[in-house]
């Protein structure tokens, strides 16, 4: 976990673990209220440039880094259940760009969703650019990896939740939805999108925008899409 506002976020939702922080020396006198939320056994670490820089083999100009320990994988099924009445998931398939995950994290965190559920070929939320992209959502949003989308629509139909598969070529603009109690998500890749068999299995939604330019970002439209 790196800068200050991550490890904030770390400290202040407890899900991981944390092992230790190394910090840049001149960044220690900043970092005390931070700091004064870790475990209290955690050690710190304070070290000079030369130092952090020859442990990680280029130059850290963040200066703030913190050790986690990965948790036990969530177990959807587990996860899904125990989610309020009315709940909003997020569903990410083939999402392999690990700013892009973390921009969906962050607008996930944002708007209150309640989880997040990844196939197997989307990136790991705990890479480390994708937990400083999503400025530490990924340490507070829960989420679970299923190995394929057709174990994500199986499990969040068990659950009872309505399916909404995002495309620029979706049949309802996502705006004029009618209430649900029970919304997921499904965010593709970019260029190729959503599989087709699967948006043929939902209802499909657009963010209405000009019919001369072809999409929007995924993480772009996973903000616009969500806010709605």
Do not use: W
């Amino acid at each position: 976990a790196e800068g200050k506002v991550v490890l904030s976020v770390l400290f202040a939702t407890r899900r991981f673990d944390v092992e230790s922080v190394l910090i840049l020396e001149q960044r220690l006198a900043g970092m005390e209220t931070t700091l004064a939320n870790a475990p209290a056994e955690m050690p710190v670490y304070v070290a000079t440039q030369s130092v952090l820089d020859a442990i990680a083999g280029f130059h850290i100009h963040r200066g703030i880094l913190a050790l986690g320990r990965k948790r036990p994988a969530d177990d959807a099924t587990a996860l899904l259940a125990g989610l309020p009445s009315q709940a909003l998931v997020v569903a990410l398939v083939g999402i392999s760009n690990h700013d892009n995950v973390g921009a969906i994290f962050r607008n996930a965190a944002a708007f209150e969703a309640d989880a997040v559920l990844l196939d197997s070929s989307s990136c790991d939320p705990l890479y480390r650019k994708a937990v400083r992209v999503s400025v530490g959502a990924v340490l507070k949003v829960p989420y679970a990896v299923l190995p394929s989308h057709h174990d994500i629509s199986q499990v969040l139909a068990e659950n009872n939740f309505l399916q909404l598969a995002l495309s620029p070529s979706g049949e309802c603009d996502i705006g004029a939805l009618p209430a649900s109690p029970r919304n997921a998500l499904y965010l593709g890749t970019e260029g190729e999108g959503l599989p087709a068999a699967l948006m043929a299995q939902m209802q499909t939604v657009k963010i209405p925008m000009s019919e001369s330019f072809d999409s929007l970002n995924v993480a772009a439209a996973s903000a616009i899409a969500l806010h709605r």
